[in-house]
């Protein structure tokens, strides 16, 4: 059964940084394409950075480019989003997700994480 369980989220002030953490199991990390999206309140859900099998990245757009980053660690069956410089705009649940496919973009993926709250506020 494919699980992915995001963690890491909370309250953290502007210009602040948090690392998020996705962990898989069910399915063999190392040859699957992982995504993080995130959905504001009142808003459409947004891809935010992908990772490859291979670990090559991909920014689904400018606004988090140079401040997000994305890693594996397929040893632990974990990837993480690292967030840096953050922005009340950044406020939003984020989930992990994949589609077992092992190349980016992840697009409509099959398969997602609960979510995880991160708030930037002051």
């Known amino acids: 059964q494919v699980q992915l369980v995001a963690s890491g989220g909370s309250l953290v002030q502007p210009g602040g940084s948090l690392r998020l953490s996705c962990v898989a199991s069910?399915?063999?990390?190392?040859?699957?394409?992982i995504a993080w999206f995130r959905q504001a309140p009142g808003k459409m859900r947004e891809g935010v950075i992908c990772?490859?099998?291979?670990?090559?990245?991909?920014d689904y757009r400018d606004s988090m480019k140079g401040r997000f980053a994305v890693s594996r660690d397929n040893a632990k069956n974990t990837v993480y989003l690292q967030m840096n410089n953050l922005k009340p705009e950044d406020t939003a649940v984020y989930y992990c997700a994949t589609d077992l496919i092992p190349n980016c973009p992840v697009e409509r993926a099959a398969y997602w994480g609960q979510g995880t709250q991160v708030t930037v506020s002051s």
């Open positions: 990772i490859s099998e291979s670990g090559d990245t991909m």
């Open positions: 069910g399915f063999t990390l190392d040859y699957n394409a």
